[in-house]
């Protein structure tokens, strides 16, 4: 709990309706939508106080269920009437608890549940009348798909995981909750599948979570910087996605996923390189038509990192390497060029890196408008001002191109692309072979909560390379992936 909350933890109410409502309200004190309503039924000397935070319940639900049963109950003065006998025969509530602690019951106010109080009762009654708004369910922005599912989840985590249980109607789906923040007491909820997930993962993931030490959680990127592996991994080692078909997927892979509430965005460890390249719509087209695009993908990822070195060190090192036409036209056009081919290159990712992050800074319409004055005029103009070469200018933009076909290496590209050229500028085609050789040096030593980063991309075979480099028909996918407990996803027989 919030640490404020906890100065609380030994602390009992009176009875006294009165006082307690005073000593309560003063631990919340400046708040100016708390609000207490004194209730006494009807032919009673019974007196309860409701506290709430108003905007945070369902006023509806609280007038019906809460404050007309109270207000119609017939209540014996002769006789003490408990918390007990009122959660169990006045409420409507669903969902109601008693509290005997301070703190749990200050919870149970800031949380959007209402407090009931009872004069004579050193108890009082939790009612979960939570109704603050909420966004609708709707399609993610950034996963978009023209066939499949089109519900993506919102900032509540009751209801992301509503989502969840509703595709996998399972027992042997299990909810884990844990808070974290010393003062946002954020809500965090882990979930998988008990007979496919690894529990070496889910302790190591738990022990992560729990040795998390800020004062508050706002979204599900807090955690990321503190669960995952190499903090300074140039490549992400934990999935995120806001697609619930995407979680439940890879929950029957034998992933964890983790869900924290205020943010869509959800989390899934482990994770691995080749999930790079996956693309939600994948699974829902057939399997030619994925298989080409995301070995497409492939392509775009080496070509991206790529292409901007290798021309720098051909025009810089070996322009004998190029074609002789080709290499005429290129020095033609780089005549009366005053920047070197390296402070060029690098200019122009800098300025495409711009124009990407000012088009999804601004508003939609004015980034269309953006892209087409930055991409065009700006740099036919920088061209034939003689500021830029358009061989040049060709290179980078389809190497900024082609790493829009992998959103999710974004960031790792950028790095890359920026390190090969500067190397390349420096010791030609030896240096991009030496930069290539330490990317794939470091990429395989990655780790994500003890699986290796490129696990499914080291066993040259049908199975290991399913749903990898190519994804195969669903009949022909029998094995889930090494990590999980129960490898096995289909016996195959029918299939041959």
């Not at 119609?72 to 409507?92: C, G, M, P």
């Not at 302790?203 to 998390?212: C, G, H, M, W």
């Not at 290496?409 to 330490?438: D, E, H, N």
Request: overall charge neutral.
């Amino acid at each position: 709990m919030a640490s404020f909350i906890t100065d609380y933890k030994e602390a009992r109410i009176t009875g006294n309706i009165n006082k307690d409502i005073a000593f309560l309200t003063a631990a919340i004190k400046d708040d100016s939508i708390l609000r207490v309503r004194n209730l006494t039924p009807a032919n009673s000397s019974c007196e309860f106080a409701l506290l709430f935070l108003d905007g945070m319940v369902n006023s509806h639900f609280l007038s019906e269920n809460v404050i007309k049963p109270l207000s119609l109950a017939r209540l014996d003065n002769d006789n003490y009437i408990s918390a007990r006998d009122v959660s169990e025969k006045v409420l409507f509530a669903s969902e109601v608890s008693l509290k005997t602690t301070v703190d749990e019951m200050l919870f149970t106010i800031l949380s959007g549940d209402t407090l009931l109080l009872l004069s004579g009762s050193s108890t009082a009654i939790c009612i979960n009348t939570k109704g603050f708004p909420v966004r609708a369910i709707e399609e993610p922005v950034d996963e978009r798909v023209t066939q499949g599912p089109r519900e993506g989840f919102c900032e509540v985590a009751i209801l992301n995981l509503a989502l969840i249980r509703r595709r996998l109607i399972n027992p042997d789906l299990r909810i884990k909750s844990l808070k974290t923040g010393k003062r946002s007491d954020t809500a965090v909820y882990i979930c998988y599948l008990e007979t496919l997930a690894d529990n070496a993962i889910i302790s190591e993931l738990k022990k992560r979570l729990e040795n998390i030490d800020i004062d508050g959680v706002l979204d599900s990127n807090y955690l990321t910087e503190h669960i995952r592996d190499g903090k300074y991994s140039l490549f992400k080692t934990v999935g995120t996605t806001e697609r619930p078909d995407v979680v439940v997927g890879r929950l029957l892979e034998g992933r964890v996923a983790i869900i924290v509430d205020g943010t869509p965005m959800v989390l899934t460890v482990p994770y691995l390189f080749s999930e790079n390249f996956q693309s939600d719509e994948d699974y829902y087209l057939n399997f030619f038509v994925a298989s080409v695009r995301r070995f497409l993908r492939y392509i775009c990822f080496v070509a991206s990192v790529s292409v901007p070195a290798v021309f720098v060190a051909l025009s810089t090192f070996h322009i004998e390497l190029m074609p002789t036409h080709f290499a005429i036209s290129v020095a033609e056009l780089r005549m009366g060029v005053p920047i070197s081919s390296v402070g060029e290159c690098l200019l122009l990712v800098i300025v495409f890196e711009v124009l990407k992050e000012a088009g999804i800074r601004m508003s939609q319409s004015l980034g269309h408008a953006l892209s087409i004055v930055g991409g065009l005029v700006v740099g036919q103009a920088a061209v034939e001002a003689k500021i830029i070469s358009a061989p040049m200018l060709i290179a980078v933009a389809f190497s900024g191109i082609s790493g829009l076909m992998v959103p999710r290496l974004k960031t790792s590209v950028l790095y890359v692309r920026i390190i090969s050229v500067i190397i390349c500028s420096l010791l030609g085609l030896y240096g991009f072979m030496m930069i290539s050789a330490l990317l794939l040096i470091y990429v395989l030593s990655i780790k994500s909560f003890g699986v290796d980063y490129t696990l499914s991309l080291r066993k040259i075979n049908f199975q290991s390379l399913k749903d990898s480099v190519l994804r195969a028909p669903w009949t022909n996918m029998i094995t889930r992936p090494p990590f999980s407990k129960d490898i096995k996803r289909s016996s195959g027989e029918k299939n041959g």
